[in-house]
């Protein structure tokens, strides 16, 4: 319970996924905040978090065969706190037409019968990183058919992982954004910042703080060396003629392929994975990848209109994993790479530890030595 002693006078630095949400739970629980962003808080094409790119999927399960058991248990955690958090949103301003941000329905893998050892070896890793998970079921192509009816009856043999969920993230960050002014959350747009114990500097001037808290994802780099961008690029398509409960994802020994369903029609496929900080436009390769192997999700998705291609870095330490590090009046969270939803709860609930000083270590893997 905090006191008005108690209470601080933050900065934060970047107003991406991490930042809006520290942002946001420091304010419900009295801080006084100012939030610096290099960019806007509602974006243009230009400069944009990663957060707006991503494909807002929390897959514990799938990330966890990828990375690590503690991915698996954070990711878990998430699934518990999004929907809690989202019950803090004013729901009169949540849209009218899709007023629900997240889903609880799972996520199904396919592939196509000549590739179906891919799904075994998905259960063999699994299986592996996480003994103890009992949440995915092997589905018939006629249990496919029956949950999504839409993808193509060539499917003989599927896994539904019950235990994931999605978000419908850009809506969500827009509602947080408008949620954060409403608050009175001090915010300086296009405004980049560097960092310092109980500093911020901008161009034009410098202020002190109790603390500063640093979430600007890879644009850390100029001082968190270690950190690196990790290129991922997506197609939105719109069509009418699909239905999708959930996200599906087509295993296939070269493309990796998901499909996230997302408000009016609307479909993110991706993501590739390319070790470079590239941020330029989709290459044709990659387009012709992601949008070959949708098509054979479902022969229908042939007459989706291709509205938006998207390119961003995610911000990843070597490990892959994230890491917070904490000195007096300053506080570093970032690496959250591709699993961004998935982690940030653990985040930034660790980082609201931290802050109240409060000697809860709830995800230890998480702290990293000062100094
Ligand atoms: C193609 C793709 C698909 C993805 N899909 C998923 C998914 O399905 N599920 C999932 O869990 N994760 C996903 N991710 C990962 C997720 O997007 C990231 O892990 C997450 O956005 C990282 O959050 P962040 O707040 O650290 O960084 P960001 O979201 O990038 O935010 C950083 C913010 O800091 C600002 N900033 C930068 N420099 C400065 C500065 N000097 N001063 C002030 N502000 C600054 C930036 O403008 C930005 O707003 C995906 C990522 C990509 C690229």
Known sequence: MNTKSNLQHIAIAGAGLLGRLIAWRLRLQ??????????????DNTLRAAAFTAAGMI???????????????????????????????????????????????????????????????????????????????????HEIQTLEPDLHSHFLRGLLLQEE???HNREFLQQLGDELVRLNVTIYENTP?????????????????????????LGAKTQLTQLRG?????????????????????????????????????FIIGATQIESEDRSPVTLQSSLELGSALYTLSPAFAEARIIETDTNLRPAF??????IFCSPGLIIANGLFRHGYLLAPAVTEQVLAQVAQNHTILFPNLLQPSG
């Open 30 to 43: 009295g801080h006084d905040i100012t939030l610096f962003e290099a960019g806007k808080l509602q974006p």
């Open 59 to 141: 897959a514990p399960l799938s990330e966890a065969v990828v990375s690590d058991a503690n991915v698996y248990r954070m990711g878990q955690f998430a699934l518990q706190r999004w929907p809690q958090w989202l019950s803090d949103l004013p729901q009169a301003n949540l849209p009218q037409q899709n007023p629900q941000l997240f889903f609880a329905k799972g996520s199904l893998l396919v592939a196509h019968p000549q590739d179906e050892s891919e799904l075994q070896q998905f259960e063999n890793e699994l299986n592996f990183v996480v003994p103890e998970c009992r949440n995915y079921q092997w589905l018939s192509g």
């Open 165 to 167: 969920g999605h978000l």
């Open 193 to 217: 910042v560097e960092v310092d114990p109980h500093t911020i500097r901008a161009l034009d001037r410098t202020e002190k703080f109790d603390l500063v808290i640093d979430c600007r994802g």
């Open 230 to 266: 990790v290129r991922g690029e997506t197609l939105h398509v719109e069509t009418s003629e699909i239905r999708l409960q959930r996200p599906v994802r087509l295993m296939h020994p070269r493309y990796q392929l998901y499909v996230v369903p997302k408000p009016n029609n609307r």
């Open 318 to 323: 070597m490990d892959n994993l994230p890491k």
